[in-house]
């Protein structure tokens, strides 16, 4: 209904001859149906005149014309990117050989001298069977070329010396072995643990990928 009284308005404009007034005619049917129009209903309608001026005032701004707004985008929640731990030092470590048994180790700061058998490094020159123990009992003599313990340290009873192990700063390669096994074996325990005990190695775990982040 507005639109057709806007289309008649506008005829009404078009066809003034510059009269101050135009008339529109508001048709009301016996059904009720509204229209206008401008010239005179026809029989049978309802009639009703209406008064618009031909021209706008001075001064006068048409209301904009409402537009239907452009429907709000969808806010998208991007996903989180993947945490990515930041590159943590590697741990100071040192590459060690033990002074009795010869074997190679990691370890973070190297052991203090310590006490050790004469007989397992090779004092007497003879089986620890021979030294220590009773005839024909089992014993086991001290690695060829073993090297001679410091002698003259403390004791705590006759036929013990002091040693110590030889150790040197790891290689980068070491140390990246060492950090990838505590991972590996961080890892197994997080898999297996209960959800309310996954806290710590879950730390645990970020803590090593930050340290990993150098071997790569």
Known sequence: MKAAFAVVLMLAFATSCGGARAQVFKCTAANGAVSFQDHACAH???QQVINVPSRAPP???PPPVATA???AASASVSPAPPYVPFPAPLPAMYACVGAVNGKQYLTRSPPP???A???VMGYPPQSLSQAYGSPGGAGMSAPEGAPKPRIGGPRIATGMTEVQDFCLPATH????GYVQREYDANDHKLRMAMPREQPPFEQRE???QGQLRNCR
């Open 173 to 176: 390669a070491q140390v990246c």
């Open 206 to 208: 970020q803590a090593l």
């Open 69 to 71: 707004a452009p429907p």
């Open 113 to 115: 001298p310590y006490l």
């Open 59 to 61: 001064g006068y701004v």
């Open 44 to 46: 049978g309608q309802r």
């Open 117 to 119: 058998p004469l007989g």
